[in-house]
């Protein structure tokens, strides 16, 4: 095979890899080996910090940690789900003034969120993973959660069902918020 058969070969191969997807190294990473990972990310601070008389959901699908490897490039996430009889802006200040007292700092401004959405506050740190709380609605504990979110209030006393959640690249090193 002469020269240009060879690179016209080469590029033959090479384009038909990339139009179908396929490439001969992935540049993504994998949940392979990241055990020890998952665990140090599960016993992070931040996930424990919650308003007083704020209670943890036990028991949903977002309890705890694990390596995620759905979308081409793994990532880990540790959760936490909490009810708390107040409003979500007494949740937001707690976490505007003890996240930053623990290392991190918002990345927006704290209850920011577009028309309609619930507010999502990201929490990065120079050398730990980030840390989100978003607030969830009792369906959304249900269908995605997975946990029962508990009664609904009854009373003049708000009930708000919040979400607190750590990421790190595979390795536990920190990942930016967005």
């Known amino acids: 095979m002469n020269m240009i058969g060879l ?4 590029a ?3 384009a038909g890899a990339t139009l179908s997807g396929c490439s001969f190294l992935s540049p993504f990473t994998t949940c392979e080996g990241t055990g020890p990972e998952v665990a140090t990310l599960d ?11 704020a209670r943890p959901l036990d028991g ?8 995620i490897d759905d979308s081409g490039d793994a990532w880990l996430s540790a959760d ?3 009810v708390y009889d107040g409003n979500a802006a007494d949740v937001l200040a707690y976490y505007a003034r003890e996240l930053p007292a623990a290392g991190w700092h918002p990345v927006q401004r704290i ?6 959405r619930t507010p999502v506050t990201c929490f990065e740190s120079p050398d730990r993973p980030s840390v989100i709380v978003t607030f969830e609605s009792p369906a959304d504990l249900r269908e995605f959660y ?10 003049s006393v708000p009930r ?8 790190a690249s595979t390795d536990g090193s920190r990942m930016d918020c967005y």
């Open 7 to 10: 690179r016209l070969l080469l």
């Open 12 to 14: 033959t191969v090479l």
């Open 43 to 53: 016993e992070l601070p931040a996930l424990d910090l919650h308003p007083p008389g």
């Open 60 to 67: 949903g699908a977002a309890d705890g940690a694990t390596c």
């Open 80 to 82: 936490r789900l909490y």
């Open 111 to 116: 209850g920011a969120a577009p028309e309609g």
């Open 146 to 155: 997975l946990v029962d979110p508990g009664p609904e209030p009854t009373g």
């Open 160 to 167: 708000t069902w919040f979400h607190v959640f750590a990421e």
